[in-house]
C-alpha cells in the first residue's frame, strides 16, 4: 500500500503564490506516474497536469503557464508551485499516483482557497 501526504494549502490572496508538496510512503513511487488534481466545491475532480519518472509534465489548459509540477524522486516527493492564483482556483487539491497496473493512489487532499 502506498500513502500520500500533501501540505502547503491555505488561504491566499488572488495573484499570489503557493506552494503545495506531496510525500509518498515507499521509494518505488518514484519511477510511478505522479501528479495533481483538484476538486471545487459541486464539481468534479479534474486534472491539473502530471509528471512521469523521468520527470515529462503535461497540464491541463487552464492551469498551463501559471502551474508548475516537479518531483525530486530522492525524497518521494512531488510538488505543485501555483502563480498568479485566481478566485476560480479554489478547491481541494489531491495528490495522485499511478503503479504500473494502472492503479490509482490518492492523498487525502488539502484545502486552497484564494480569495481578497
Known amino acids: 500500500q502506498v500513502q500520500l501526504v500533501e501540505s502547503g494549502g491555505g488561504l491566499v490572496q488572488p495573484g499570489g503564490s503557493l506552494r503545495l508538496s506531496c510525500a509518498a510512503s515507499?521509494?518505488?513511487?518514484?519511477?510511478?506516474?505522479m501528479g495533481w488534481y483538484r476538486q471545487a466545491t459541486g464539481k468534479q475532480r479534474e486534472l491539473i497536469g502530471r509528471i512521469t519518472g523521468s520527470g515529462t509534465t503535461n497540464y491541463a489548459d487552464s492551469v498551463k503557464g501559471r502551474f508548475t509540477i516537479s518531483r525530486v524522486n530522492a525524497k518521494n516527493m512531488v510538488y505543485l508551485q501555483m502563480n498568479t492564483l485566481k478566485v476560480e482556483d479554489t478547491a481541494v487539491y489531491y495528490c495522485?499516483?499511478?503503479?504500473?497496473?494502472?492503479?490509482?493512489?490518492w492523498g487525502q487532499g488539502t484545502q486552497v482557497t484564494v480569495s481578497s
Open positions: 495522485w499516483a499511478g503503479d504500473y497496473s494502472n492503479r490509482d493512489y
Open positions: 515507499r521509494s518505488d513511487v518514484s519511477f510511478w506516474r
